[in-house]
């Protein structure tokens, strides 16, 4: 129940850009700085409310003598607008209380004024470039604040796994990858004991769409018990190809061509398909 103040189309998270994250490691490496990882304990509690909004309690409550409803005075998981005082009131503290710089090229991305600093935000995830000192002080200027997890050096953050190669104090090395989610992957649609391949895609094959009647649904698509593919694999073509795309995205650039490719066909794939995405 909210009042004229309350937008709920007005939705905003602080998601920092996947080329950004990428650009961070490369700045560790050229200045040989590790890259941290700090993580802010239940971040949308801390955000105040800026309007009048009230919460319907479950009825069950009411035996304990609890009002029916409730005005919220901090931001509450499930709120349209949570992400939004979140991020509004770190990039206050970052920007007023801590000296920080907002770039302009991504609005998740902090530099400081003074200190060789690069702060990426997430959401609550922080992942930070900074030097052994200057990585305290951020973490115990911050927790002024609030409450946050110390994770030290960054070994797994947005799904992806970092390994650090340090030499003499000094970073060499920054490696991204995906095992599990792709292991994850391989077992979810029933791949794991598949053969690997050298190449993402078979050489000289050109897909098309053996299917000219754009009303056919996916579950007409004739099965082929040469491949062992069903309707119902069929079906999870579409599932399929976005875990891919996010895979392609995010560290396995190699494979963007043949996965674009494939996903042309999400609306109306047929075995052949799903036996090249495989």
Known sequence: ?????????????????????????????????????????????????????????PSELSQFGLPKLVKLLKGLYGCHDAGK????????????????????NDSCLYTHNEKQMFLGVYVDDLPLVATQSDYQWFCETLSKFFKI??????????????????ENNILTDV??????????????????????????AVPNTFLVSNMPDTEKSITDVPTSKSDNITTVSVKSYPSLIGS????????????????SQLSRFVSNPSPAHLTAAK
């Open 149 to 166: 997890t110390d994770k030290g050096v960054l070994r797994r953050c947005l799904g992806i796994d970092v390994q650090q190669t340090v």
């Open 85 to 104: 005082l979140w991020w509004q009131l770190l990039h206050n503290v970052l920007i007023k209380d801590m000296n920080f710089i907002q770039s302009t």
């Open 1 to 57: 129940i909210a009042w004229e103040d309350y937008n709920p189309d007005n939705i905003s998270f602080s998601v920092l850009k996947n080329t950004t994250l990428k650009l961070l490691f490369c700045k560790a490496i050229e200045l040989g700085f590790n890259v941290y990882h700090i993580d802010v304990v239940t971040a949308f509690l801390n955000s105040p409310v800026e309007y009048e909004i009230y919460m319907k309690l």
């Open 244 to 259: 891919l795309l996010w895979l392609a995205l995010k560290t396995r650039p190699e494979i963007s061509q043949a996965v």
């Open 175 to 200: 490696i991204m990858s995906q095992s599990k989610y792709t292991t994850d992957l391989l077992t979810q649609f029933g791949y794991n004991n598949s053969k690997p391949v050298y190449t993402p």
